[in-house]
């Protein structure tokens, strides 16, 4: 939303971003309830629709809902906890999937609960196996790519939100605009003018401010909150998985894989959005976390499975939040997880949120959700912007904003795929895969060798990078160059194997190519802990006599290379460093 201000109180807002910083427990709280107030809604209102909408009784609805929000805790805490390969380690909060409103209703149309829960599961599963082989898709789901669809999260959120300011009695027409402003400028004045301690208050002042003036009005429910029970369970509404694999099963599986690719490109999105926000500086995305945030949200799924209810999906708040107070504390998202967890035992409780008045919570909305555009639009640009990409990123969040606001033929839309192009993010997100796959298929060709990863292989990269060099009529300067950068980047990545104890153990795929007269290496090695991009950037920062060597090969390939970028994945390693021969001195991205 707004950088943070550099004011004495801010002394250490770099440091307070950082997921591992220990935030008091107080503080803490009042964080995590905030996110919890925009989470919850549609975690209960989602799952209460989709069951509502497909016929089903009272007391299965009852159980979707609690059985989500549990879920929905629960998946939190674990992405927050990181516990192995499942979790990001970073605060994302995790509710019910509203893409899959559509497709979980006609699943409980056609089969009830029980095929609901065997096409959940499915989903679940499709998310293991994409959490395994993220790397894949490094070249589909680019950051033009995700940091697009977080920019047409506001474009699909906003159109519902402003419905909430007319949903008002007719008597009192002035009551929404009044009540939604003031909530409106409290956040905004706060979050610009305030002290960072006061500063961190601000959405939840803003929603008691707004919600008083509601309550003047007679808008706030308060029979809601009185009716309510303290503590309660519903009944257990249980039902096994259909596992037949009928006629209906398989004819709900195509749209129940394409909804959970989508929600697996939101939480790619999210989870490179949060360690954006979440870190000083400008760090290179570690996607053994992204790995971890899609895997979790398997597990959560799986659970939601076989708990009879709907899928579950990222909501963005999170990062939201970090942007407007300035604390990622992972310990706010384990708190977080555990009221929404609390809270599905405390109906009163979930009363006194659920009872907020539509106009404010609107407004409350809208200032996160500008947040959210700003940070699709830095991960955009995050590693600088050609023309491609910038046509990339335009072409689908206009395709995005137009198929959302129905001016682009709604009559065929609402019946061509069940109407899915009708949600901008679906329609713009499938509009940048496809342009970046287009880009993609069409780059010149790859020239690729396979080697054991150890010593005995630089000779061998080498004459291959120089006969590379010799076929692409390049300069004797810039094959040099090529044949350096490879030296070095081979070096650093086996002095980091080594110092792993891996050396020798995996293997290098070597692919070099030509694109606008910028020779492009690709190293798909072994993996590492640390990231050659961030210690390029870091150069001259810290370090030893110990380091020595290392920083000279890092500040050769600096020299070198117009740009080092570095993806992490869980077992592998992918550099890929460009060469500028107009360049005489790089400049890594």
Not at 245 to 270: E, N, R
Request: with cysteine; hydrophobic share 55%; proline share 5%.
């Amino acid at each position: 939303m707004v950088p943070q201000t550099s004011d004495a109180s801010d002394g250490s807002a770099a440091d307070r971003r950082h997921p591992d910083t220990k935030v008091p427990l107080p503080l803490t709280t009042g964080l995590a309830l905030q996110i919890a107030a925009l989470v919850l809604p549609g975690a209960v209102l989602i799952p209460t629709v989709v069951f509502q909408a497909a016929g089903q009784p009272e007391n299965v609805v009852l159980w979707a809902v609690f059985a989500s929000v549990v879920a929905s805790g629960a998946t939190t805490m674990l992405q927050a906890f990181r516990a192995g390969r499942f979790g990001a380690g970073y605060l994302l909060a995790i509710g019910a999937a509203a893409p899959a409103i559509a497709v979980s209703t006609a699943a409980l149309a056609a089969g009830g609960p029980a095929l609901l829960a065997t096409l959940v599961i499915g989903l679940a599963l499709f998310q293991f196996a994409f959490s395994a082989r993220l790397s894949l898709f490094r070249r589909i789901l680019t950051p033009t790519v995700t940091g697009t669809v977080m920019m047409l999260t506001p474009v699909t959120v906003m159109p519902v939100m402003f419905q909430q300011l007319e949903n008002v009695p007719a008597q009192t027409p002035v009551a929404a605009p009044l009540c939604a402003l003031t909530t409106l400028l409290v956040i905004v004045g706060l979050v610009l003018k305030a002290k960072q301690g006061l500063r961190l208050w601000a959405p939840v002042i803003g929603i008691v401010a707004g919600s008083t003036v509601a309550a003047l009005f007679g808008l706030y429910d308060f029979e809601r909150v009185a009716r309510a029970a303290a503590i309660g369970i519903p009944r257990v509404e249980w039902q096994a998985p259909d596992l037949d694999f009928g006629p209906a099963f398989w004819a709900s599986l195509p749209a129940f894989l394409f909804i959970s690719l989508v929600c697996t490109v939101q939480t790619v999105s999210g989870a490179t959005a949060i360690q954006r926000v979440s870190r000083a500086g400008s760090r290179a995305v570690d996607f053994r976390a992204v790995q971890g945030a899609i895997a979790a949200d398997g597990a959560g799924n799986l659970v939601s499975g076989l708990a009879g209810t709907m899928p579950l999906g990222f909501r963005p708040m999170g990062a939201s939040m970090i942007e407007m107070t300035g604390i990622g504390s992972r310990r706010i998202g384990v708190v977080l997880g555990a009221a929404m967890i609390a809270l599905a035992f405390l109906p009163k409780a979930l009363a006194v949120i659920l009872a907020v008045p539509g106009p404010v919570v609107a407004a409350f909305i809208a200032v996160t959700m500008a947040t959210i555009f700003i940070i699709g639009m830095k991960l955009v640009v995050q590693d600088g912007i050609d023309y491609r990409q910038g046509l990339i990123a335009g072409v689908a969040f206009g395709i995005g904003a137009s198929f959302e606001s129905g001016a682009v033929f709604p009559a065929h839309l609402s019946a061509f795929a069940g109407g899915f192009l009708q949600n901008g993010m679906i329609a713009g997100g499938l509009a940048a895969v496809a342009m970046t796959s287009f880009v993609e298929l069409t780059k010149p060709r790859r020239h690729r060798i396979e080697l054991p990863f150890d010593a005995t292989a630089l000779q061998e990269v080498q004459a291959f990078v120089r006969a590379f060099a010799a076929r692409g009529g390049w300069s004797t300067g810039m094959a040099d160059r090529l044949d350096a950068v490879s030296e070095e980047t081979m070096l650093t990545l086996l002095d980091r194997d080594e110092a792993a104890g891996e050396a020798g153990q995996r293997r290098l795929f070597l692919a070099v190519y030509r694109e606008d007269n910028v020779a492009i290496l690709e190293f798909v090695a072994a993996k590492g802990e640390e990231n050659l991009q961030d210690r390029i950037a870091l150069l001259g920062e810290a370090g030893g006599s110990d380091s020595l060597e290392r920083e000279v090969s890092l500040r050769l390939l600096r020299h070198l290379a117009s740009s080092v970028r570095h993806q992490q994945y869980h077992e592998i390693d992918i550099v890929t460093v460009r060469v500028d021969p107009s360049q005489r001195n790089g400049s890594p991205s």
